[in-house]
Nanobody, 113 residues
Framework: QVQLVESGGGLVQPGGSLRLSCAAS????????MGWYRQTPGKQRELVAS???????NYADSVKGRFTIARDNAKNTVFLQMSTLKPEDTAVYYC???????WGQGTQVTVSS
């Protein structure tokens, strides 16, 4: 399995921006589907954004227009650019791809004044 390490989270004020990174241990060139997920207390883990190897993207309605997912195959990294952040975006964010058996550590995003 490829190892994925999330980073870039932190504490930001409402309206702020944050860029999350998902660094892979090896090449992601042949990985078809990569997704960013988030988990909040008392809620199910939800798919926030996804990107395919042919650069098709999809977003949850709650983040459309505010979040952008991108992949840099040369750097073996998937990014999630988040802007106009809201308190409702507070969660632990994970990246994942089908075929892995467990989640990584994730990165905490807290949006609060």
């Amino acid at each position: 399995q490829v190892q994925l390490v999330e980073s870039g989270g932190g504490l930001v004020q409402p309206g702020g921006s944050l860029r999350l990174s998902c660094a892979a241990s090896g090449s992601i060139f042949n990985i078809y589907f990569m997704g960013w997920y988030r988990q909040t207390p008392g809620k199910q883990r939800e798919l926030v954004a996804s990107i395919t190897s042919d650069s098709r993207t999809n977003y949850a309605d709650s983040v459309k227009g505010r979040f952008t997912i991108a992949r840099d195959n040369a750097k073996n990294t998937v990014f999630l650019q988040m802007s106009t952040l809201k308190p409702e975006d507070t969660a632990v964010y994970y990246c994942d791809t089908p075929g892995r058996t467990s989640w990584g550590q994730g990165t905490q995003v807290t949006v609060s004044s």
